[in-house]
């Protein structure tokens, strides 16, 4: 059982690159997140999503989008890379919001 | 229990003894919460939850202590081992929502 998987691993962008994050998950979650975790901070929600078809914006929303067009997969995409979005990223999926969240082990994206 | 992008407070304990991690949330309505670790260069693991209706919950080697009048929740760590060295984030969802707010996060070193 995989859990959620997340590629690439890590990767180095120069600034105002485009990239997707890709994160899937085998769980048959209804619920999928995506954070970001600056070096030695919590967990920031970028974006939510509750179901296929369904998407919205978490705390720190800006220079990223999502979608969701089936369950099991909820790619973050970044359009113009800025050195601000370096940090680690990560997925989760849970049940529902009330039920533990499922983390994968992150990307690490640097953006020069 | 809100992430306010603060650096990581720290507890240090020796190998062998108990440790106690606190966390402080926010909204008195919240009926669901959850302890998550996360070693270095990993994403967050599931430890233990507890639901608003009861006031303690043991694991293994763990205890989780809720206290809704002054809004705590602590996660009690017997026997600290080395494998125990992580940082620690408690998690608390609002009623009917549909995610977690994480607090900031407390790394706990164990000391041989």
């Known amino acids: 059982n995989a859990g959620v998987t997340q590629t690439p691993k890590f990767r180095i962008l120069k600034i105002g690159q485009s990239m997707t994050l890709q994160c899937a998950q085998d769980m048959n979650h209804n619920y999928m997140y995506w954070y970001r975790q600056d070096p030695g901070m919590g967990l920031k929600l970028i974006y939510y999503?509750?179901?296929?078809?369904?998407?919205d914006k978490g705390e720190v929303p800006n220079g990223y989008n999502v979608s969701r067009s089936t369950t099991e997969d909820f790619p973050l995409r970044l359009e113009l890379a800025a050195p601000s979005q370096t940090s680690v990223y990560f997925c989760?999926?849970?049940?529902?919001?009330?039920?533990?969240?499922?983390f994968g082990d992150g990307t690490r994206l640097s953006i020069l | 229990g809100e992430s306010v992008g603060l650096h990581l407070p720290t507890l240090s304990v020796q190998e062998g003894d108990n440790s106690i991690i606190n966390c402080a949330y926010s909204?008195?309505?919240?009926?669901?919460f959850i302890w998550y670790k996360q070693e270095s260069g990993k994403g967050p693991q599931f430890i233990i939850d507890?639901?608003?209706?009861?006031d303690k919950r043991q694991g293994q080697r763990v205890t989780v202590l809720l206290n809704k009048t002054v809004k705590h929740l602590s996660l009690q760590i017997a026997a600290t081992q080395p494998g125990d060295s992580a940082v620690y984030f408690c998690a608390e969802n609002l009623q009917g929502a549909q995610k977690l707010v994480f607090g900031q996060g407390t790394r706990l070193t164990i000391n041989p």
């Open positions: 989760a999926s849970s049940y529902s919001g009330s039920q533990p969240q499922h």
């Open positions: 507890i639901r608003s209706n009861m």
């Open positions: 999503s509750v179901g296929a078809g369904i998407t």
């Open positions: 909204n008195s309505a919240s009926d669901y």
